[in-house]
């Protein structure tokens, strides 16, 4: 829309920040079919959820249960985990290089099942998840639910109140940092905040092995929340939605150095997610979830 222009990159011509419309429903799909289908949802997605809950501190019990539930409930069909430059059929190579502890792991980050998907394809149990605010400064999320609630927020510029990241005290998971601070539309990188990479590399070289996932989602008109959702809102959309054809692409790569521009360049995996411009950061989306809001209540 020509009127969001400020927020489209200058050079690729993605406009990050903005939600993807879904494909047009009939009206008895939407109004019909929709509704009575997430009805039917409804008990085993709350019987799933309330499984998983029961089965979280074991962790072979938790992880089929999950991928149940990300089926059920988020219509997840799919999960393909890959390495780069090994073959797909050499899945012993493959499954050696899934997250483990002692790893750190930068990610793109586009949706709240981003969080779950990344668990269920990590060999340790004990996942850690990170973020930076505008100026650098990381904060640990604590566990899946805020990890997944943070995707459906509003961005904050700063985390005061947080308590600096110890990463030596997450030496036994495997941590994963969500680097760009914020959530996309999945269809670009975008710069990181001014996070001191160049300490974490110094200070952890010899505590982490430092790795990257790009993570590519399809549709990513049902799945991704660029701009703050409610749960509610988030959980009937998928509900409702008739079917189950939600796939997750991951893809690993090894990393040699911290340097921002050799993590960007592999998470966009050959391009296939954009890297977009400094101008685009956590300060410019709030500016833009700011005039979306003001355009929607017009409409």
């Not at 090994?86 to 190579?93: G, Y």
């Not at 600096?164 to 710069?191: C, I, M, Q, W, Y």
């Not at 590519?216 to 929340?225: A, D, G, I």
Request: include cysteine; charged fraction near 20%.
């Amino acid at each position: 829309m020509e009127k969001f222009s400020d927020w489209r990159d200058k050079g690729t011509g993605i406009s990050p920040f903005m939600p993807i419309p879904p494909a047009n429903s009939s009206v008895p799909v939407k109004y019909v079919l929709g509704p009575i289908w997430a009805l039917l949802k409804i008990v085993p997605s709350v019987f799933l959820f309330l499984l998983s809950s029961l089965c979280w501190p074991v962790g072979f019990l938790f992880r089929p249960v999950l991928r149940l539930l990300l089926l059920v409930l988020f219509n997840v069909s799919e999960i393909e985990f890959l390495a780069d430059g090994v073959k797909k059929s050499n899945t012993k190579q493959i499954d050696s290089r899934r997250p483990d502890k002692g790893q750190l792991v930068f990610v793109n980050f586009s949706s709240p099942l981003d969080c779950l998907v990344l668990y269920l394809v990590s060999k340790s149990n004990n996942c850690s998840f990170l973020t930076a605010d505008s100026r650098g400064n990381l904060r640990k999320l604590n566990g899946l639910l805020e990890t997944f609630s943070f995707a459906l927020a509003q961005p904050q510029l700063t985390y005061q109140s947080a308590a600096p990241v110890d990463l030596f005290k997450l030496k036994n998971s495997v941590v994963f940092v969500l680097a760009e601070g914020t959530t996309t539309n999945n269809r670009s990188v975008l710069a990181f905040p001014p996070i001191d990479l160049a300490t974490v590399y110094s200070a952890y070289r010899n505590t982490f092995e430092f790795k990257a996932i790009s993570i590519k989602v399809l549709p990513p008109s049902l799945v991704t929340t660029p701009i703050p959702r409610s749960t509610v809102s988030y959980l009937y959309s998928h509900l409702s939605h008739l079917k189950w054809d939600v796939n997750f692409r991951l893809k690993s790569f090894d990393l040699g150095d911290l340097k921002p521009a050799t993590i960007r360049e592999k998470l966009s995996n050959y391009g296939s997610l954009k890297l977009t411009g400094p101008d685009l950061d956590v300060a410019k989306k709030l500016s833009f979830i700011s005039a979306y809001n003001k355009t929607s209540r017009r409409l």
